[in-house]
């Protein structure tokens, strides 16, 4: 199993522009979710989902969209980018979501806005 | 709201030295909490958590933690550090019926060969 994965590792956008961060698992599990990370801050949930079809909002969702029209599937959209979207992002997934799970975290994507 | 606080943002030993960082939680009921730790370059990944039980869990790597509900903590313990457990640590935890991991703003841990 590849686990979860993450595309791109490293992207830089000019402030306006719009990109897509990709999250892919293979442990065929229901929960998914984006945390941004920022020095002295953590991580911070973006938005999270369920299961196919369902999402929901986070701590810190503004300025981010989601969609899971898969289960293997949970892309991050930046409409329109800002500097303060600089940061390191996570993908994570676990079977339930259940409040008991162990989280499994994809490599990251580091973002840098211009 | 729910908040996990970590008052070390960064913590450097020696090799053999011995290891406690601290975590603290700020919920009400039942909590589930939780150690992760990010090696250089790495995934995080979970070093052990704690839902029910025995308040002294013990983790991979020879880390443990324990719960102390009336101090609200759940601080991490290793006897003796080695060069390889640089890493950032972070506590997390989830209470009630939020599907959602509060992660608390890490330790960096420098150790020292």
């Known amino acids: 199993n590849a686990g979860v994965t993450q595309t791109p590792k490293f992207q830089v956008l000019k402030t306006g522009q719009s990109m897509t961060l990709q999250c892919a698992q293979d442990m065929n599990h229901e929960y998914m979710s984006w945390y941004r990370q920022d020095p002295g801050m953590g991580l911070r949930l973006i938005h999270y989902s369920v299961g196919a079809g369902i999402t929901d909002q986070g701590e810190v969702p503004n300025g981010y969209n989601v969609s899971r029209s898969t289960t293997e599937d949970f892309p991050l959209r930046l409409l329109s980018a800002a500097p303060s979207q600089t940061s390191v992002y996570f993908c994570a997934s676990s079977p339930w979501g259940g409040l008991q799970e162990t989280q499994y975290f994809g490599p990251g994507t580091r973002l840098l806005v211009l | ?113």
């Open chain 2, 1 to 113: 709201a729910q908040s996990v606080s970590q008052h070390n943002h960064h913590v450097i030993l020696s090799e053999a030295a011995s290891l406690e960082l601290g975590c603290n939680y700020s919920y009400g009921g039942t909590v589930n909490l939780f150690w992760y730790v990010q090696y250089p370059g790495q995934h995080l990944q979970l070093l052990l958590k704690y839902f029910s039980g025995d308040p002294l869990v013990k983790g991979i790597k020879g880390f443990e933690a324990e719960f102390i509900k009336s101090k609200f903590s759940f601080n991490l313990r290793k006897p003796s550090v080695q060069w390889s457990d640089t890493a950032e640590y972070f506590c997390a935890g989830t209470s009630g019926s939020a599907r959602q991991l509060t992660f608390g703003s890490g330790t960096q841990l420098t150790v020292l060969p």
